[in-house]
């Protein structure tokens, strides 16, 4: 965007904008001025509600941002009269009404008190919008859904008044604006679906039946009229499911996560049948979780995706390393929560040091019954000690007062696998290897206790090594080869992110979308919804 040439006003404001904008001269039917005692004191009262707007004026010795009767204090209005306008290309709400207000506010005019309060409106507009925009419209994930442990990036509210100061302001508020390039990518993918929207949608539903290669009928054509619909298909005349359609349909399913094997089953048409108002909303959730990351990702970091079953090395935005992964099961206790850590170590033949949830839910009630059950798995006290299981009578014990610890030694069969790699963090939730390597096969793969389970644990270690060993392979497996547990460290941290997508942008640019597991997107949508956001012409 120009800095010297300001952008074209939306038209969708009241007819008044522009001359609303072009300055307070036009606007007052008697002349007031921003300099005044009067003026910094009716500033001074009307901030205090605010208390990043009142030490901003405190500081600045309430001098006006907005009301001075100069070129670029005119800058300042419009710039920010257009960014509330078009709030909702973010998934905002609609802001649109607000600047109308604020218009009608400046044209009314008629003290200096009345500027003073247009002065305050004005700072508390930009603080809501940028604060929305920057760090997300939700203040507290973590109210929303408990595995959404995430801590927001804060930022001071008094930078955003800060900003405009500068004789730039278009440009300000346009570097407000998340600057990943998924942020970038999900806005554009919003505005594609709201054209379908608008254009009628994907068509008729595909009737909910198995049909596969040599079908053909009135769901066959029903299937191909979607999947052109959708982009999936060329244009054809076909009545048949051939090569073409069963191509479409493993394109269709390789980019919602489904299992590729170009049969529309249930699960498959499940997906197909899904109205662009959910996609919609997919993204617009999507837009508000990349807003909640931080802007410093790594330039190194790793990204796993709960919602598409992958791990990933990410390095200077490109994608160096991808496996699949198997993520908490869908009850309440076992799901895998959502935050960012750095990766300080990984620990070569670990042992199983099982979670004490774990000991007192699943195993007490097993010794109670057969004190040798999960005899690969040993018992300790508090002082490290195995303890001699037929010495011991379970059934006195209850989950509060069982006294003892269980740990599995380093093993091929061992829970953690060959390897784990740490975060350290009070969740207790780390990536790992694991025997159990069949799960790897599932198209939905949430099965474990709540850490992440990585097909290719190895390879992994070899990538993350590479840093710092000219033989990652040969040193690792040397290591491996002592059977004993053996902490490596990483000479250089690497950022974690657990993140939870049910809409992104792929590596070739494809929008995919992915099944809400956990259902927490369906939770945030609400919250949105609650906080005015809204799908263009669908709701009110």
Not at 112 to 137: F, I, K, P
Not at 369 to 380: D, G, K, M, R, W
Request: some cysteine; glycine content about 6%; charged content about 25%.
């Amino acid at each position: 965007m120009s800095l010297a040439r300001a952008p074209k006003l939306s038209t969708s404001l009241t007819g008044g904008l522009l001359a609303a904008v072009l300055g307070l001269s036009v606007l007052c039917a008697a002349p007031v001025r921003a300099e005044s005692a009067g003026f910094r004191q009716a500033v001074a009262e009307m901030a205090w509600e605010s208390d990043a707007v009142a030490a901003f004026y405190r500081e600045n010795g309430y001098a006006p941002l907005w009301t001075a009767q100069t070129p670029l204090a005119d800058m300042r209005r419009r710039a920010l009269l257009q960014a509330l306008d078009e709030a909702e290309m973010h998934g905002l709400p609609d802001m649109s009404l607000r600047a109308a207000d604020l218009i009608e506010q400046m044209r009314a005019v008629r003290s200096t008190r009345d500027l003073g309060a247009v002065e305050v409106a004005l700072s508390r507009a930009l603080v809501d919008y940028a604060a929305d925009l920057q760090t997300g419209l939700i203040d507290n994930p973590n109210r929303i859904d408990d595995g959404i442990v995430r801590v927001k990036h804060k930022v001071d509210p008094k930078t955003y008044l800060s900003g405009m100061q500068g004789e730039h302001p278009y440009a300000f508020l346009q570097s407000l604006v998340p600057a990943s390039p998924q942020y970038r990518a999900l806005m554009r993918e919003k505005l594609r679906l709201q054209q379908l929207l608008a254009a009628g949608g994907w068509g008729a539903n595909v009737p909910v039946r198995k049909m596969e290669p040599g079908d053909s009928g009135a769901g066959v054509i029903a299937l191909r009229d979607r999947l052109v619909t959708m982009g999936y298909l060329a244009p054809t005349a076909s009545r048949e499911f051939d090569l073409a359609l069963e191509d479409a349909v493993r394109r269709f399913q390789a980019e919602h996560g489904l299992e590729v094997d170009g049969v529309a089953g249930e699960g498959t048409l499940a997906e197909v049948n899904r109205p662009v108002t959910d996609r919609l909303k997919s993204v617009m959730v999507a837009m508000e979780r990349e807003r909640w990351l931080t802007p410093e990702r790594g330039t190194r970091h790793i990204l796993v995706n709960q919602t598409d079953f992958t791990a990933k090395i990410i390095d200077n935005g490109e994608v160096t390393f991808e496996t699949r992964s198997v993520i908490g099961a869908t009850s309440h206790d076992r799901r895998s929560p959502e935050f960012s850590d750095e990766m300080e170590h990984m620990v070569v033949n670990p042992s199983w040091y099982v979670p004490r949830s774990i000991v007192t839910k699943e195993y007490l009630p097993k010794l109670q019954s057969n004190p040798n059950a999960h005899s690969y798995i040993e018992i300790t006290d508090s002082r490290g000690r195995v303890v001699n299981r037929d010495s011991v009578d379970f059934s006195q014990f209850t989950a509060r007062s069982f006294p003892f610890a269980m740990r599995q030694p380093p093993s091929g069969s061992n829970a953690l696998g060959l390897v784990k790699f740490m975060f350290p963090n009070q969740y207790n939730i780390y990536l790992h290897d694991t025997p159990q390597k069949s799960l790897f096969g599932r198209e939905v793969r949430a099965f474990s206790h709540g850490c992440i389970r990585l097909q290719k644990p190895f390879e992994f270690a070899y990538a993350l090594l590479a840093r710092q060993t000219d033989d990652p392979i040969g040193y690792f497996q040397s290591i491996l080869d002592t059977r004993k547990e053996t902490k490596v460290d990483l000479k250089q941290k690497v950022p974690v992110h657990i993140i939870y997508r049910t809409a992104f942008i792929s590596e070739t640019g494809h929008a995919e979308y992915r099944r809400d597991i956990y259902g927490r997107d369906a939770k945030i949508w609400d919250a949105l919804e609650q906080a005015g956001v809204a799908l263009p012409g669908v709701q009110g």
